[in-house]
């Protein structure tokens, strides 16, 4: 096993940073839920963070500690939409101009969002260019940091802040979860999450969850090692359309995680409109996918205590709706 | 002016019956409604209380109050839909019948809902049946409790323990509001929300939003006496459709509240695009109008900190699809 590189003090100082900047989220529950999962079930809606998803905690903890001269030279970052638009408005906040290479066909409410915030969007093709390029040539004529979106230390304590949250609310209710869920897409929220968890609570269980159709850390944990997917099949869960696990997040997340559960589309959509009904909450799919474990009954949780997040809330209208309309009686 | 009956000291009782029973809902705010607004803006999404709407607070405190026999021969209420929830929840827990008397064109989610939590319903047709008639002769019959919607002091404590937890959570972030706008409907909850805010920090002025086709409260206060409006206009508002304010809530809100302001049904719809957009927020016509009115700048909050109830998110998906299309751009 190798050494962990980022530490639960890194994520107290990033709780530090984000202190009033960041949204506390609250940690909630329904009865309804409880009653389906005959447990009892705690989430966190990121959705109601700064641009609607985790992300901006990650980006804000990175951008906080650059220099004047640094900040001042700007900050560039390649992302589908929610990291994008996390570095877009930590960058708002810092005075620091702001590049963000996100592909054509990434959700318009991400681009719009994004442009609104005051970055500067340049586009690319996802299928014949490379944005690892484009933002590295931006990088080099402009001087500007390059803002990664999971596998970096400080995006991971940053993301973590989401679990020392959750832990000290699960607290404040006086109790201990057995297990906690968590979307993984790159891996920065888990990695983040797992240690503080794991931290705070050395006996709570960490299962992550993933899109059947974008299942790269559930091949990568029964193939011993990274696995790369070939990411051409469809999700609708754009959040999540990272083909491979970090290097960093997985050298934590191979350790620290007990299992990687996979969900449908469908059932991801069912848990969107769950969200609706029941929760009264607007989760994006890839922020719906451990809802969407937990109520396929994925995972044995009867008469324990469940925590699980919600990562993000960043939806169209139209998939919003035909998530609706497929199950009208979640 | 007459004597206010429901003290502040009945709130908090209210509040020790309700911990650990209603869901202490979060008080959260949001960097785009900031900036719009220029102001600090709080809101507290009642929404996420059980049944979707703050109606279980005050339900659950009438029906802690009865003894055990009076438990054994049940409840009845009448309600176009959140107080019939909120009395049918509040039943179940307390082990106790619950008959509730509906309109037959009442959302087709609210009637399903309150059968799901076990109640047994009964229709009237609002346009040729007395709903208060049928639910007399239902508490003669069967000896049950009649259960009011808004006027009774347990209910209006029960909701005013919304306003004490908002006080309360707006010193976690160390801030004083200047004005604290609420739904208004039969004046349960701005009764309940007044008297704990105004107890809590007499400078903070309550502002009650109402639909104008149901203006009844705001024709009340220019009257200088409570106002009858005819009811036949439609709105989207279900859960605010009171044709007249009731009679101990308005000898409370005729006096503790600042102003009564109306919003369009259009802004209603405005409302609700925005809080699906950029609150993340699943939020029912009637719980949209405080924000509503924020929104429109019906008020001048320019440089304050300012508080506000949404009261409650029971919606069907056409009606919410709908807003959504009429606004696609909030």
């Known amino acids: 096993m190798s050494e962990i590189t980022v530490s ?33 079930v705690f989430y966190k809606p990121e959705s109601l963070q700064h641009i609607g998803a985790f992300k901006f905690r990650g980006a804000y903890n990175r951008l906080a500690q650059l220099n004047s001269e640094e900040l001042g030279l700007g900050v560039v970052a390649y992302s ?107 891996g920065g929220l888990l990695a983040g999450l797992s240690l503080a968890a794991k931290a705070m609570d050395p006996a709570i269980k960490v299962y992550a969850v993933e899109p059947e159709n974008y299942d790269d850390h559930f091949r990568s944990r029964a193939a011993g090692e990274r696995v790369r997917i070939d990411g ?11 083909t491979t696990p970090g290097e960093l997040t997985w050298s934590i997340n191979s350790q620290l995680v007990e299992d990687f559960l996979l969900v ?34 994925r995972l044995p949780v009867q008469n324990t205590v469940v925590a699980l997040v919600l990562s993000g809330g960043n939806i169209d209208a139209d998939t919003f709706a035909s998530c609706l309309q497929q199950f009208p009686n979640p």
Do not use: W
């Open 264 to 297: 449908s589309e469908d059932e991801v959509a069912h848990a969107i409109s769950y969200a609706f009904y029941k929760l009264k909450l607007v989760i994006e799919p890839g922020g719906a996918v451990a809802l969407a474990a937990l109520l396929q009954g």
């Open 80 to 186: 589908s939409g929610n990291h994008a638009q996390g570095v877009a408005y930590a960058a708002k906040l810092l005075n620091c101009p702001v590049t963000i290479v996100m592909p054509s066909d990434a959700p318009r409410i991400k681009l719009e969002n994004t442009r609104k915030l005051g970055a500067k969007v340049q586009l690319y093709d996802r299928h014949t260019e490379s944005r690892e390029e484009i933002a590295a040539a931006i990088a080099n004529e402009t001087g500007a940091t390059l803002v990664p979106a999971f596998d970096d230390p400080d995006i991971i304590a940053g993301q973590g802040t989401c679990g020392l949250e959750l832990m000290e609310q699960l607290a404040d209710y006086q109790l201990q979860a057995s297990s906690l869920l968590s979307p993984v897409g790159g």
């Open 232 to 242: 051409t099949v469809k999700t609708r869960c754009d959040s999540l359309m990272a």
């Open 8 to 40: 639960f003090r890194d994520i107290q100082a990033a709780a530090k940073r984000l202190q009033s900047v960041a949204v506390r989220t609250p940690l909630v529950y329904s009865q309804d839920l409880d009653a389906r999962c005959q447990a009892r």
